[in-house]
């Protein structure tokens, strides 16, 4: 029981250190720029994250041109943001979106993308107005679902997020980004049982995800299963990258023993499909 008692405490301050770090993980991007993918990341968008800081400015500076000679081109909008992002410009991100989505008030995908990046500058609130915007219940994403439940999530309304989510599996049922997203839903509201059955689910379907993986090996590191955690974090993976992963494992899981938590730049991530 007071091993139990400890666990809670930890998971308490790990949440209260991890608020804003479901949102950076909606999608499993890699599209085109005006697909919804794009639109909606959720653990760190993927495409973002694969990106060095000397590219991610080359980007930057060449999209920046051709957002220059056409600021109201809703697909030159979304790749520069996406470069932005990619940058750590977050809030510059908003501010081109915002423009474009004032030109073309009715285009769903730049909607979508712009409720992303409100929700990674975490304007957790602004971010699911729009996103609803970008929304149609006649023809409903998936996508845009899962990534107004990360939203939920950030806000505190679990419940609610879950039923996004739910909504979002009626569609495409076991996709690992909408499980993650699910489990991580659990792990904040401290429902540790439930965030490792649902990540189990998404890491099943995943692949090789690094997200969906170091999520659920967190998620076990905290339920006190280290060696599975540590054989999750390091499977199928060549040596040097099973080595990192389980040295980023053990920092995470010290730096929550210690009382801080990672960071909201850091891993547990979520994951979805929205700009």
């Not at 220059?68 to 410009?89: F, H, I, S, T």
């Not at 004032?102 to 990046?117: E, Q, S, T, V």
């Not at 957790?124 to 994403?141: E, G, K, N, T």
């Not at 429902?191 to 969906?212: F, I, M, Q, S």
Request: charged content about 25%.
């Amino acid at each position: 029981m007071h091993r139990h008692l400890l666990r809670q405490r930890r998971l308490a301050r790990l949440v209260a250190a991890t608020t804003s770090c479901a949102i950076l993980a909606f999608a499993l991007c890699g599209c085109q720029t005006t697909t919804p993918d794009d639109v909606t990341g959720s653990i760190g968008d993927k495409a973002s994250a694969a990106v060095s800081p000397d590219d991610a400015r080359h980007d930057v500076d060449a999209d920046r041109e051709r957002y220059r000679a056409n600021p109201k081109d809703p697909a030159v909008a979304l790749q520069y943001a996406r470069a932005l992002r990619a940058a750590g410009e977050r809030t510059q991100a908003v501010a081109v979106l915002e423009q474009a989505a004032i030109a073309n008030p009715g285009d769903r995908k730049l909607l979508a993308g712009y409720g992303r990046a409100l929700a990674d500058n975490g304007n957790f609130q602004q971010a699911f107005d729009v996103l609803s915007r970008a929304h149609s219940p006649q023809d409903p994403d998936w996508r845009i679902l899962s990534v107004q439940g990360t939203v939920l999530d950030q806000m505190g309304r679990f419940d609610e997020a879950r039923d996004y989510y739910a909504s979002a599996l009626k569609i495409e049922p076991d996709d690992p980004t909408v499980l993650s997203n699910l489990g991580l839903s659990y792990l904040l509201s401290k429902d540790l049982p439930k965030a490792d059955e649902t990540l189990r689910r998404a890491y099943a379907h995943a692949g090789n995800d690094p997200r969906v993986r170091m999520n659920l090996a967190v998620v076990l590191g905290l339920e006190g299963k280290t060696s599975e955690a540590e054989n999750i974090a390091k499977a199928n993976l060549p040596v040097d990258e099973a080595t990192a992963n389980v040295a980023e494992l053990k920092r995470l899981l010290a730096r929550n023993e210690n009382g801080h938590g990672p960071g909201k730049d850091h891993l547990p991530v979520s994951s979805g499909h929205a700009g």
